[in-house]
């Protein structure tokens, strides 16, 4: 078997202990400001921002390097207004009925409803698809591999880079998605992940009073 085409590994940064402690101390600080904002204004955000943080997140690890996403950053008014509309009506449906007594009374504190104003005013929306399987040359199709992990931490990345930029994003996850890859015209290989709202927070923006875990409640060392 032929090994594959290698190439030198480019040097990291060379830090003490006590260095990379300092820098792993002053991500997380920065990383824990992280909020998710449900009240935006319509001040622009620039497009290179957009396209550099989406570079970003096609840096990330995935399986067999086949790197199976798909980035649509929506700016055009009527596509937000479009993707709104079939936001907020999957969402009234699921308040209504498809959500349980439990998840209702979960999602309480965070003040959330069938309104979704935010995908019209804040200025940008970020689709991401998740490609299931690619088509060969032959026409044949070939399936991903890790497809939800690989798109999750390309998310992640993503989520990330826009919030060491300055800006303020929300994850939204309607259930079901099918009308972004109708509105979007995305392909039938691709699956919609997750919306992403970008921009920046509205003047007297307020978040709910939450508290995140404790390390020794998420992590084990053995």
């Known amino acids: 078997m032929t090994s594959p085409p290698t190439e030198p590994l480019a040097p990291l940064p060379e830090y003490s202990d006590a260095e990379r402690l300092v820098r792993i101390q002053e991500f997380t600080t920065g990383i824990r400001r992280r909020r998710t904002v449900r009240d935006f204004s319509d001040r622009p955000v620039d497009r290179a921002i957009i396209e ?4 970003a997140a096609g ?4 399986g067999a390097n086949l790197q199976p996403w798909h980035f649509v950053a929506v700016q055009d008014p009527e596509l937000k207004r479009a993707i709104r509309l079939a936001a907020e009506e999957e969402e009234r449906e699921f308040y209504s009925s498809r959500a349980t007594p439990e998840w209702i009374e979960d999602l309480a504190p965070l003040g959330t409803d069938a309104d979704k104003p935010f995908l019209e005013r804040a200025p940008w929306l970020i689709a991401i698809f998740a490609e299931k399987w690619r088509q060969l040359p032959n026409g044949a199709r ?3 591999y890790y497809v939800p992990e690989s798109v999750g931490i390309a998310t992640g ?8 930029a300055g800006l ?10 099918g009308f972004l890859q109708r509105i ?7 699956k919609p992940f997750l ?3 970008v921009g920046h927070p509205a003047d007297g923006a307020q978040v709910p009073v939450i508290a995140k875990k404790p390390l020794d409640a998420i992590a084990t060392f053995r």
């Open 52 to 55: 550099q943080a989406i570079v």
């Open 157 to 164: 990345f993503l989520i990330a880079a826009l919030h060491h």
């Open 195 to 197: 919306l992403l709202v």
């Open 184 to 190: 979007l015209e995305r392909p039938p290989s691709e």
């Open 168 to 177: 303020a994003t929300l994850t939204h996850t309607p259930s079901p998605m």
């Open 59 to 62: 840096g990330a690890p995935n």
């Open 142 to 144: 070939r399936t991903n």
